[in-house]
């Protein structure tokens, strides 16, 4: 299921990038800094905000904050929609639930496989042995 989330839960700040682009890059607020509290917000089930703030690691604050951070374009404008586009993979990627493990066995000639090669490595290191008996 895809999630939208709507534009008055995103907060955006603007600051000025670092990196190249000479004057430009000093005199424009290109980087943007997007913040989504994904604790306190309605757009979502109460699963995929867990799996969400579990999947941002060190994006998100002490306070149940996204932040992701944009500034690779020219454009504010870009960096905006970068900003946004990142956080709704991020999204996507934690409304799909996880798949429930089925607990295998070993198949009977797997475990065969695995004894035979322990029997082999067993008299590898058997023939490595003092060959005079010992002292």
Known sequence: MKYVIPDNELVFE????????GQ????VQTAVQLRFDARASNALPAA??????KLAGSRLT???CVLIQAQSHRSQLKNKEA?????????DRAAVPPKKRRPTKPTKASKERRLKSKKVRGQVKKLRGDRDGGE
Do not use: E, F, T
């Not at 430009?24 to 005199?27: F, G, I, S």
């Not at 900003?83 to 999204?91: D, E, P, S, T, Y």
């Open 14 to 21: 603007y600051s000025r990038a670092s990196g190249p682009g």
């Open 24 to 27: 430009h890059v000093n005199r």
């Open 48 to 53: 995929v905000k867990q799996r969400l703030m």
């Open 62 to 64: 002490l306070d149940g």
């Open 83 to 91: 900003a946004v586009a990142r956080l709704q993979k991020l999204v």
